[in-house]
């Protein structure tokens, strides 16, 4: 089972952010949830199977955010990779700051997290 841990503010948004600066660093899995669109609770069943079924990966660090309740980081989020925000949305994040795969909507599967990680 890989561990995942909720970003709910901007300094711990930019932490991981400037974590990621270095050619040495490992990836960072964040996956946008909102908790009041339908769509996004389908994601987010998806998403919790896909915690529960793989094991650990030494190098990939796993975070949700809340798009609601933590707006401001969902949209420095977006405003630091370049991706647009939508929710619910997935995006594998690799070192100096590369975006490796990002997918939103229904495109935010078991199948399409486990082959993008």
Do not use: Y
């Not at 400037?18 to 339908?38: H, T, V, Y």
């Not at 977006?78 to 997918?103: K, N, Y």
């Amino acid at each position: 089972m890989i561990k995942c841990r909720e970003v709910t503010t901007l300094e711990a948004w930019a932490e991981l952010w400037d974590a990621q600066e270095g050619a040495e660093a490992g990836r960072l899995l964040i996956f946008k949830k909102s908790p009041i669109c339908p769509v996004s609770h389908m994601a987010e069943r998806s998403f919790r199977e896909w915690l529960k079924s793989s094991a650990p990966a030494g190098d990939l660090s796993v975070v949700e955010v809340d798009v609601v309740n933590s707006r401001p980081v969902s949209q420095r989020i977006a405003a630091d990779t370049g991706v647009r925000h939508e929710s619910p949305q997935a995006l594998l994040i690799g070192p100096e700051r590369r975006v490796l795969w990002s997918d939103s909507h229904s495109g935010v599967n078991l199948e399409s997290l486990s082959a993008a990680v």
